[in-house]
């Protein structure tokens, strides 16, 4: 599986962006996808993860209401609309994927073994 992140950038508090990750190399039935973070000097935190064949979606407490995870399967490509951004949310942004998940490994980084390269996000105040 490869997946390549894209879409990062500078934008100021308050502001939007639209990540796409793209996936290949295999049929994603049974996959889930999610989203990462991770900021200089802290660990790698989930963000977000959609199932591929189903409309079952998972966020963080801290992005609820702002993130919206989406896939356009024809593309073979998943969304993440981030609004309403805050200079936390400034980190590293890394997709990856997961085959067979259960519901409480979504969250954990070592539960996916594919990643994307990340895709820088800044916010600034």
């Known amino acids: 599986v490869q997946l390549q992140a894209s879409g990062g950038g500078l934008v100021q508090a308050g502001g939007s962006l639209r990540l796409s990750c793209a996936a290949s190399?295999?049929?994603?039935?049974?996959?889930?996808i999610g989203w990462f973070r991770q900021a200089p000097g802290k660990v790698r935190e989930f963000v977000a993860a959609?199932?591929?064949?189903?409309?079952?979606?998972y966020y963080a407490d801290s992005v609820k209401g702002r993130f919206t995870i989406s896939r356009e399967n024809a593309k073979n490509t998943v969304y993440l609309q981030m609004n309403s951004l805050k200079p936390e949310d400034t980190a590293v942004y890394y997709c990856?994927?997961?085959?067979?998940?259960?519901?409480?490994?979504?969250?954990?980084?070592?539960?996916?073994?594919?990643w994307g390269q990340g895709t820088l996000v800044t916010v600034s105040s």
């Open positions: 190399g295999r049929t994603f039935s049974g996959y889930t």
């Open positions: 959609i199932r591929w064949n189903s409309r079952y979606t």
């Open positions: 990856a994927a997961g085959d067979r998940l259960i519901v409480s490994t979504v969250t954990r980084p070592n539960a996916y073994d594919s």
